[in-house]
């Protein structure tokens, strides 16, 4: 077939598909982009000719920044547990380069983009083109090198006969749930617009069979023989029991054990919040439950889970002498951290062989007085009337009260993620979407966009602070330009509230992290900045609900449920109000030598903290 490089991308990725269990679903279910000279009349005129003319279906979707659109197609990909993913074109140079946040994201949450940067001339005919850097070592680096580090895959098309190869090495990545991420392949603005003669078997539909890995007999065995001997068991489970739909294993796992089952910010709704064997969040914004429970186990089963310094309390969450690990994770990489009995296998898949080995075992379930009084705490954060500016807790517990069982909310940096950890009660494996491998401000509305792509039966809510919205909130033209309906609730605290607090616990005195005018010290503790983000919202098309105190909030979230338009919801909070312990520690070193009293202070504290730091080895 003869087709330009370009256009055999686009007929090559409406044709590839992904089956798990039985279901077939498109791996690339459309194109998100912005064209610049790079590739308007390549990819451009691909998906242009695709759209017009019916030869593929790969559907265009504009976006208003590459760094979100790249958020998007994570959102999209998360949703739908990885079994279908979007692509991102960006034009050379700076349309590229803006997604590089976005490629580190998906790669540290393991999630599939597939991302089109173009590039410079392959014939260098007309070296430096625009937007082009050059090293004088060496013609052959461009820009998008800076994405090899953060892609699992990265290839660079400088001939149309490597294309078949890129394809099919990009579409292998993307489809293994052990070293899915961010792909990367680069297209060199004239080799995009080049024609060649692909053979026909390069565009018939292909079929990338989504593994779930069963364990070795043995390691089942070894995991089982350590679970038994445990008396005081905890697992944790992460975000790879929902990417496999491993709940209902989970489930009758926990309950046949009764083993505690706590969660992290990617595996949270794993388990219902109210399901007999759930404790929460775990480690620096977990409860105090699951961290009492996390401090006193003996051994802990993590199950699709990579242990991040916040799961782990910086290793001081599993604080029992002599605790060992199992873990269950399709990558070896994650089942052998914390010098674990490692079985390498899909969550869904482990959970089934591991539990017939059980069978006489069972975990006392003591712990449930303590998550009913937990739950109490949470009642009382929720309702706390906090004055005369609400609580971020209530702002919390109005969304949750609004939200309907399959609803979903969104959030990736500042406070909330940690009091959402700490705080939310998800009902659903899909409902909690708190991007927290990365934790990047503004994930949060350009996400959300792509989440309700994946599942437009749902109501998504994208919590956003207002440092994160001053960030990115321009996706809020792409959902109104597609008529995409999005709740935004916009929390306006004046600066992060999240660094405040940190940097006050720090010794640092919340040095530079309110937004207000620079006054006479020298510092933003000026008055208030005459900003008003409800108005920016406004003009960029969202319908607005100003909102004083709580009553206020729920009303209009119920009017925001009612409406079919993207709806921003605005509240202000106290940066300030109070927010349950989670009984546990985070490590943020501290300046060793100061002139500072606070900091001082702050230095003594860290030193006596981490010498609870443990190395499970
Ligand atoms: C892109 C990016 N830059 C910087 C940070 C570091 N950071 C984490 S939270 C935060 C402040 C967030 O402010 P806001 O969205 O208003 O939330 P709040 O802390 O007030 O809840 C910053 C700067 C980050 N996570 N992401
Ligand atoms: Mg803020």
């Not at 077939?1 to 279901?23: K, S």
């Not at 979707?61 to 790249?70: D, F, G, S, T, W």
């Not at 700490?422 to 990047?440: F, I, M, N, T």
Request: hydrophobic fraction near 45%; glycine fraction near 8%; proline fraction near 5%.
């Amino acid at each position: 077939m003869r087709l330009t490089v370009a256009q055999a991308v686009v007929t090559f990725l409406a044709n590839q598909w992904t089956e798990r269990d039985g279901a077939e679903q498109r791996a690339i279910a459309g194109c998100f982009g912005i064209f610049g000279h790079g590739n308007v009349a390549g990819v451009g005129q691909a998906l242009l000719q695709a759209q017009r003319t019916g030869s593929a279906d790969l559907p265009y979707h504009l976006a208003r920044n590459e760094q979100a659109m790249v958020h998007a197609a994570v959102g999209y990909a998360r949703m739908k547990n990885r079994l279908s993913a979007m692509a991102c074109t960006a034009s050379i140079g700076p349309g590229s380069t803006n997604m590089l946040t976005g490629a580190a994201l998906a790669t540290v949450n393991r999630i599939p983009v597939l991302l089109l940067p173009s590039d410079v001339f392959a014939t260098r005919v007309a070296a430096p083109v625009l937007q082009e850097l050059e090293d004088p070592r060496s013609y052959d680096v461009s820009v998008n090198d800076a994405f090899r580090p953060l892609s699992r895959f990265f290839d660079r098309v400088w001939r149309p006969e490597q294309l078949a190869s890129a394809l099919l090495g990009a579409m292998r990545v993307l489809t293994d749930p052990v070293e899915t991420g961010a792909v990367t392949i680069c297209l060199p603005q004239d080799v995009q617009a080049e024609a060649y003669d692909f053979p026909d078997a390069l565009f018939a539909k292909r079929v990338w069979h989504v593994a779930r890995p069963v364990p070795e007999p043995a390691a089942i065995d070894r995991a089982a023989e350590v679970i038994r001997s445990a008396r005081r068991p905890l697992i944790v489970a992460g975000g790879g029991v929902i990417y496999s739909e491993a709940s209902a294993e989970l489930d009758a796992f926990a309950r046949a054990t009764g083993i505690p089952v706590a969660d992290t910010q990617a595996g949270k709704g794993a388990l219902s919040w109210d399901h007999p064997n759930s404790v929460g969040g775990v480690g620096s914004t977990g409860t105090p439950v699951a961290n009492k429970l996390a401090r006193e186990a003996d051994v802990i089963i993590g199950i699709g889970t990579r242990y991040s310094d916040f799961t782990t309390a910086s290793r001081t969450a599993f604080a029992a002498p002599g605790v060992r690990f199992v873990n269950i994770n399709v990558a070896s990489f994650d089942a052998a951290k914390q010098s674990a009995v490692s079985v390498v296998a899909d969550a869904r898949a482990g959970l089934a062989a591991l539990l017939p080995s059980l069978a006489e075992y069972k975990s006392d379930m003591s712990y449930r007085d303590d998550v009913a009084a937990w739950q109490r705490e949470v009642d009382h954060a929720y309702h706390l009337g906090h004055g005369p500016l609400p609580a971020q807790s209530e702002v919390i517990g109005a969304v949750n009260d609004a939200c309907g069982e399959r609803d979903v909310v969104v959030q990736a940096a500042g406070s909330m993620p940690g009091d959402l950890q700490l705080l939310w009660r998800a009902r659903d494996p899909k409902q909690y979407h708190v991007e927290y491998g990365y934790s990047c401000m503004g994930f949060e509305i350009a996400g959300a966009l792509g989440i309700k792509m994946a599942d437009p039966s749902r109501e998504v809510y994208a919590l956003v602070g207002d440092g994160s919205y001053l960030m990115m909130a321009q996706e809020i033209v792409t959902a109104v330009a597609d008529g995409i309906k999005l709740i935004v609730v916009l929390v306006q605290n004046h600066g992060f509230a999240s660094i405040g607090a940190l940097s006050e616990s720090l010794g640092s005195q919340r040095f530079g992290t309110s937004y207000r005018y620079r006054g006479a010290d020298d510092d933003y503790d000026g008055d208030r900045l005459p900003v008003d983000l409800a108005a920016n919202a406004e003009s960029l098309g969202a319908s607005v609900i100003r909102c004083r105190g709580i009553a206020e909030l729920t009303e209009g979230l119920k009017r925001a449920r009612e409406s079919d338009r993207l709806t921003v919801v605005h509240i202000e909070t106290d940066p300030l109000s109070p927010v349950p312990s989670s009984e546990s520690w985070w490590d943020v070193p501290v300046s060793e030598v100061s002139t500072l009293d606070s900091t001082r202070a702050a230095r003594t504290a860290y030193e006596t903290a981490k010498r609870g730091q443990r190395q499970y080895l």
